[in-house]
């Protein structure tokens, strides 16, 4: 017990902490300023509630209150989905609070849960008898106001017998209404306001069936199986018993939706999802009722001056797209009845926008001679527009479209002699290797032909990934990477998987295979412009593109498909490990002062030249140290074990080559 009245203590807390989050601070109304709490039973988003707020604000709207500001402000109590008075009892302290910081002048309350809570707690709340307008109460007498002041409102009450009259008429064959709804209080009241209206067709023969407190499945089941002769009469329906609380439409849906006989309803929550129509009860109406009569006390009327409409505004509403399913004439409804889903004839269209029809004829026919006027102009700009576009395009064949974006400059001929900046990118080498020996057995044309087959092949590779090429140099290929290491690198083992598919070309055409080398570094680089006025290049200066270069030619040493400078495995982080490479060790190239650690790529391997590559990976990188060392001796015997396994391995060849010469030059 303690514990249960430990957790309320803690929900009143926690409601007072939001709503002192959520509420400004509001000091008592002037006399220009009105302020309207609605109060709601249910949700907000139940289709219900929404009509009655549109319905109220749609009345505030266009009322006029000279000088006056009204400020409407909202509550939902959500009492569809929780029913217990224990919740109820824990909405008094929030709303008790906000009361005390704004001075509500009118209260209108929406459906009986409501004007239930503000018969029990309007004084405790307001700390006075706050006028209260109630709407959508059901099941109204007088004896409900006895002995309590300040109440009034509208009543709201389905015409149970209006709309069964109707649908016999429109339906004479009928002899069976199945009325569906849930086992809630209200729709057990609504059941006994039908029945006392069932004596009245039993002589004619006319049954009736009720279905509630059962799962929502089985009332499908059962709907799907009635035949011509019966009228479904949808009431309200929230919770099965399996206590599965629904919306009003999707619980129409699941249990109507493939009915194969008319249903009619009293609610417009179910209007334009399968129902014909009837009496209808309007949640809008229902509003728009309750806020005039605000208006009224706002303005200054007594409230004995204002008594409770007892007249439910129904009106008769039906579905034109279920009319036509069923055949029913629209000369059969009651007069005045009100249509939705009604097609616009084009009369009734022409009537109701004529202004606007000619008003956009005479647009269209003075477009149409602007249009006429602009045509010729058009047509000769999109000729010189497109001469333009083929000029920049055969310009950025030359000049790469990047090298623009990275000088931020938007078009070729706002490039200037010396434009540069400083950039961090990642720069590949690539050549084909023994091209010399090749070109001397092919003609000129025969020359160029090759390697322009070649770099259409291998180029996309770049582009694909990020990159771009800076320039063609001969049979090599200089490109730059602006994003990360990852980019490179997969351009590379890209350009290593084309280079299969190149060679299988060649080889159709009974051409040797070739093979290219690759070398990869990252670090600091100035991309711009060199040369005069009448003569510009585009070009990259930075010693990382040297050494770039560089390890593009120690492939050749190493027999190596590709070969990467630490700074890129650096520049990998994380990943670093992901990828497979072998260490090469500490290299001395040309124009560098201290040995650079190199590694090759092993991802640019294919799956039969990789495995003994990876399964003597530790051994060769063990021998490697032993070298760096000077532990020869050492050294040898792990790679002649590696080469004995796999003779194709070119690092290793390199490596041993090195150890016999030095080998020579101690025996000499």
Request: one cysteine or more; glycine letters at 6%.
């Amino acid at each position: 017990m303690r514990t249960l009245l430990y957790t309320k203590r803690l929900l009143c807390l926690g409601l007072l902490l939001f709503v002192g989050q959520s509420l400004p601070l509001l000091s008592a109304p002037s006399g220009a300023e009105k302020n309207v709490l609605v109060l709601h039973s249910y949700h907000k988003g139940l289709s219900w509630t929404e009509r009655a707020v549109s319905g109220i604000e749609n009345t505030f709207n266009q009322s006029n209150f000279s000088g006056t500001k009204v400020r409407i402000f909202y509550e939902y109590m959500d009492t569809k989905r929780f029913e217990d008075p224990e919740y109820q009892e824990l909405l008094v302290p929030a709303l008790k609070y906000k009361a005390q910081r704004v001075h509500y002048d009118v209260i209108i309350s929406v459906d009986d849960a409501a004007l239930q809570f503000l018969f029990k707690h309007r004084e405790e709340i307001f700390g006075e008898p706050t006028p209260v307008v109630f709407c959508g109460v059901n099941f109204y007498s007088p004896e409900l106001l006895a002995g309590k002041k300040n109440y009034t409102g509208v009543v709201e009450a389905f015409a149970a017998k209006d709309t069964i009259d109707l649908a016999l008429r429109l339906h004479p064959q009928t002899k069976e209404f199945v009325i569906i709804g849930d086992d809630s209080v209200t729709s057990v009241a609504n059941n006994r306001a039908l029945q006392k209206v069932e004596p009245d067709y039993k002589e004619k023969g006319i049954k009736f069936r009720y279905m509630t407190g059962a799962r929502i499945e089985e009332f499908r089941r059962e709907i799907e199986k009635l035949e011509p002769g019966a009228i479904v009469l949808a009431m309200l329906f929230n919770r099965d018993s399996n206590n599965r609380f629904y919306t009003y439409e999707e619980a129409f849906e699941r249990y109507a939706g493939l009915a194969r006989v008319p249903v009619y309803t009293y609610w417009d929550f179910y209007l334009g999802n399968g129902a014909v129509g009837g009496k209808i009860i309007s949640g809008r109406a229902q509003g728009e009722a309750a806020a005039a009569i605000a208006i009224r006390l706002l303005d200054g009327v007594p409230m004995s001056e204002i008594p409770v409409v007892t007249e439910s505004p129904n009106e008769y509403i039906f579905d034109y797209k279920q009319l036509r399913r069923f055949s029913i004439s629209e000369g059969d409804l009651p007069y005045g009845s009100h249509l939705i889903n009604e097609p616009v004839t084009f009369r009734e269209f022409y009537e109701r926008y004529r202004s606007y029809i000619f008003g956009f004829l005479a647009l269209i026919t003075f477009l149409l001679v602007v249009i006429a006027v602009l045509a010729v102009n058009i047509r000769r700009r999109i000729r010189s527009e497109k001469k333009l576009i083929e000029t920049n395009s055969a310009y950025y064949r030359f000049v790469p479209r990047e090298f623009l974006d990275y000088l931020n400059k938007n078009d070729i001929l706002d490039v200037l002699p010396g434009d540069c900046v400083k950039r961090e990118m990642s720069i590949l080498f690539s050549d084909i290797r023994s091209f010399t020996t090749l070109s001397e057995n092919m003609t000129p044309e025969e020359n160029f032909r090759f390697i322009n087959s070649y770099l259409s092949y291998i180029s996309p590779a770049i582009r694909n990934n990020g990159g771009f090429i800076d320039k063609f140099i001969g049979d090599a290929i200089m490109a730059l990477f602006p994003g990360s290491a990852d980019d490179v690198l997969r351009a590379a083992q890209d350009m290593t998987y084309r280079l299969v598919d190149f060679n299988l070309m060649r080889a159709k055409e009974g051409l040797p295979p070739i093979s290219i080398g690759i070398g990869i570094h990252r670090g600091d680089l100035m991309l711009g412009t060199v040369g005069e006025a009448m003569r510009m290049d585009s070009t990259v200066i930075s010693d990382a593109v040297n050494l770039a270069s560089r390890l593009e030619s120690l492939t050749k040493t190493y027999g190596a498909h590709v070969i990467v400078s630490e700074q890129v495995i650096d520049s990998l982080d994380e990943k670093r490990d992901l990828f497979l490479k072998r260490y090469l060790g500490r290299v001395n190239v040309k124009g560098k002062h201290k040995p650079v650690v190199v590694y090759e790529w092993l991802e640019a391997y294919s799956a039969v030249e990789k495995e003994p590559l990876i399964r003597y990976r530790e051994r060769f990188e063990e021998a490697v140290r032993l070298i760096e060392k000077g532990h020869m001796t050492e050294a040898a015997p792990l790679l002649k074990e590696i080469l004995k396994e796999n003779p194709a391995d070119g690092a290793a060849k390199y490596l041993m080559t090195r150890l016999r010469a030095a080998h020579e030059e101690l025996e000499v």
